[in-house]
Nanobody, 123 residues
Framework: QVQLVESGGGLVQAGDSLTLSCEASERTFSRYAVSWFRQAPGREREFVAGINWSGGITYYADSVKGRFTISRDAAKNTVYLQMNSLKSEDTAVYYC????????????????WGQGTQVTVSS
């Protein structure tokens, strides 16, 4: 079991930037693909961005493409989500999760989840 801890959330204004971090407790973290999901009140959890085990392949939801960047630092056991040009519709609790499955959009294939970090964007 890999424990994940998200950090970096906060209250910002539209147009601002934030960087979220997802730190893992185990070195085996490097074997996993990692994705960020978000969930706004009254809405289903949705995929935001994902990165494969090596960091060489990334995926983004259309709603964040061009604004968000996912990356990973194997030495720090950490995955980052750089969020630029934030919009009010980006307001949500953001979660990171790990999977060994190749299709990162299959939410049921994620086996480790963090506790989430709140991002609030005021307009």
């Amino acid at each position: 079991q890999v424990q994940l801890v998200e950090s970096g959330g906060g209250l910002v204004q539209a147009g601002d930037s934030l960087t979220l971090s997802c730190e893992a407790s185990e070195r085996t973290f490097s074997r996993y693909a990692v994705s960020w999901f978000r969930q706004a009140p009254g809405r289903e959890r949705e995929f935001v961005a994902g990165i494969n085990w090596s960091g060489g392949i990334t995926y983004y939801a259309d709603s964040v493409k061009g604004r968000f960047t996912i990356s990973r630092d194997a030495a720090k056991n950490t995955v980052y989500l750089q969020m630029n040009s934030l919009k009010s519709e980006d307001t949500a609790v953001y979660y990171c999760a790990t999977t060994l499955y190749s299709d990162l959009l299959v939410i049921n294939a994620y086996d480790n989840w963090g506790q989430g970090t709140q991002v609030t964007v005021s307009s």
